[in-house]
C-alpha cells in the first residue's frame, strides 16, 4: 500500500523559514534586544525625573525651542523626537517590511497570511475594546488608535531579561507582526490624526522623494546626495500638516530590495537598514521614550489616574484586546485555510506571543500625543495608560513563556543540531553589503 500524499493545501503555522531568512532575523533581533533596554532604562529616568523634586528641569528640557522659525521648525526637543528622530524608526520598518515582501520568507502568500492577520486582529480588537469603555465621552473616542501599537524592541527586551529559548519560528513571527503593525499605525496617523492639509508642500515633497527614488534605483549610496533629499522631504511633509514620521516610510518603501542581476547578494535596502536599525534603536526610539514617558503621576491624578476611563480602555486595549486578537486571528487562519501547528508548539505559545504585543510603547505614545495634545491632562492619562497596560502584558508573558521554556529549549536545541549537521554556510554574512560596493 503507497502512503498517503500530503495535502498540497495545508501549511504548517511557526514552521522553520529558510536559513538565511533565520541568520537575517537573528541579527535584527539582538539590535532591537539592545535598543529595547535603551528604551527602557531612558523611559524609566524619565519617570523618576518627573515625579522628583527636579521635574521642573525635565519640564524645560522637554520645552526647549530650538530650529529655524522661519521654516516653522522651531520646535521643542520634545517635538523633535516624536516628529524627527521617529522618521528614523519608521524609515527602518519601511525597508524592513519591503524587504520581508520582497525577497524574505513572507513573499510566499502562505507565510505572509499568519502575521499579517495578526497584525489585523491585534489592532482592531484593542481600538473595540477601548471604544466600548469610552462610549460614555465622545471627545475620548479619538483616542482609540493608541493601545493597536506594538513596541518590539521592548517585547525583545522582555525575552532577553527572561532568558526564554523562544524558538526562531515564533520570534520571527513576532517580528514580523510588528513590522506590519508599525505600518498599519503609519496609515492611521497619515490619514486619521491629520487636521490642517496644506496641499502645496505636499505636492512639492514629491519633487525631493521622486529624486531620492531615482538615484536609490540607480543604486547610488553617496549620503551627500541622498540625506539632503530625505531631509527635504521630511520638512515638506512637515510643512503639509502630515505627521512627519510618513516621510520616513515613504523613503523606506522607495529604496530598492534586490540587485539587478540575480545571484548578487542583498540589495540596496538591506545595506540601509544595516546601517541605519543601531541608530534608530539606539538612540532614536530611546530619545523618544526619554521625551514622552516623564509623566507625572500627580498631575495625572495620583492614584485616580486608574479610574480614568482613557486609561482603562488603553491598559485592557494592550493587555486581553493584543492577546485576543492575536490568537483569534491565528485561529481563523488555521481554521479557514487548513493550517496545523507546528511540532511541539500549541496555543499558549501564541498567547504568549499575543501578550508580548501588547507592550504597546513607542507608538502608543506617539499616537497619545497626536490623539489629545503632549502635555495635555488626558495625555497624561494616556501615558499612565500605557505604561500600566505594557507591564501588566509583559508581566503576564514572562509567567507564560517562562511555563514554556522547557519545550522551547528542546525546540531550540533541535534547531541547533540541525543546522551544525546540515553545514549549512552563513549566507547571510557572506551576502552583507560592503563599504566597498
Known sequence: MSA??????????FGRGSWSEARRIGDVLRTETVGGVLLAVAAGIALVWANSPWSAGYEWLSGLRVGPAALHLDLTLAQWA???LLAIFFFVAGLELKREFVAGDLRE?????????????????????????NLSDPSALSGWAIPTATDI?????????????????????LLTLAVVDDLIAILIIAVVY????????????????ALFALLVQKRVRSWWLLLPLAVATW????????????????????????????????GLAEHFEHRWRPLSSGVAVPVFAFFAAGVSIADAGGADALTHPITIGIALGLVLGKAIGVVGATWLVQRFTRARMADGLGWWDVLGLGLLAGIGFTVSLLIGELAFGAGSERDAEVKVGV???????????????????????????????????????????????????
Open 4 to 13: 498517503e500524499k500530503p495535502d498540497s493545501r495545508t501549511f504548517t503555522i
Open 82 to 84: 516624536a516628529d524627527g
Open 109 to 133: 502568500f502562505r507565510r505572509a497570511v499568519l502575521p499579517v492577520a495578526a497584525a489585523v486582529g491585534g489592532m482592531i480588537v484593542p481600538a473595540l475594546i477601548y471604544v466600548l469603555v
Open 153 to 173: 524592541a521592548f517585547a525583545l527586551a522582555v525575552l532577553a531579561l527572561i532568558s526564554t529559548h523562544l524558538p526562531t519560528a515564533l520570534r520571527t513571527f
Open 194 to 209: 491629520t487636521q490642517d492639509l496644506s496641499p502645496i508642500p505636499l505636492a512639492l515633497a514629491v519633487v525631493p522623494l
Open 235 to 266: 520638512v515638506l511633509v512637515h510643512e503639509s500638516g502630515v505627521h512627519a514620521t510618513v516621510a520616513g516610510v515613504l523613503l523606506g518603501f522607495a529604496v530598492p530590495v534586490v540587485r539587478r542581476a540575480p545571484g548578487e547578494g542583498p
Open 387 to 437: 505604561l500600566v497596560g505594557s507591564l501588566v502584558a509583559a508581566l503576564l508573558a514572562t509567567v507564560l513563556l517562562r511555563a514554556r521554556n522547557r519545550v522551547h529549549r528542546r525546540i531550540s536545541a533541535e534547531e541547533q543540531v540541525d543546522e551544525n549537521a546540515d553545514g549549512i554556510p552563513d549566507v547571510y554574512q557572506e551576502d552583507r553589503p560592503s563599504d566597498r560596493e
